[in-house]
Nanobody, 131 residues
Framework: QVHLEESGGGSVQAGGSLKLSCVYK???????MGWYRRMAGKEREGVAA????????VYADSVKGRFTISQDSAKNTMYLQMNSLKPEDTGMYYC?????????????????????????WGQGTQVTVSS
């Protein structure tokens, strides 16, 4: 049974930084992995994604230049480095993994479609940014 577990959430002041981790177990690697978040009263939205096989990482416009997604295959871990945090970044952050091979997550416009196709999800980690 594939298992994803997020950690690293917490409370910070605006302008601060957090680094989220997503450890995946019982699988060697995924073709695509991503981070989503759900803010209070809103639908879950895509934040960042990374896919094997080349191509640039994908970011939501709202986090571009502030967040960085990365992966350490040796540690079976995906990361989300979040800098210059804003109160509007507050929410529950989820990692997701494994898209069908025929789906290409090329840009932020693909996050919504990808959400229904990611096969595995973690339980989430809360990020709270105060002003």
């Amino acid at each position: 049974q594939v298992h994803l577990e997020e950690s690293g959430g917490g409370s910070v002041q605006a302008g601060g930084s957090l680094k989220l981790s997503c450890v995946y177990k019982y699988v060697f690697r995924f073709n695509c992995m991503g981070w989503y978040r759900r803010m209070a009263g809103k639908e879950r939205e895509g934040v960042a994604a990374t896919c094997a096989g080349g191509g640039s990482n994908v970011y939501a416009d709202s986090v571009k230049g502030r967040f960085t997604i990365s992966q350490d295959s040796a540690k079976n871990t995906m990361y989300l480095q979040m800098n210059s945090l804003k109160p509007e970044d507050t929410g529950m952050y989820y990692c997701a993994a494994d898209l069908p091979s025929e789906f290409w997550l090329a840009g932020p416009e693909d996050f919504r479609a990808a959400e229904s196709m990611f096969q595995y999800w973690g339980q989430g980690t809360q990020v709270t940014v105060s002003s």
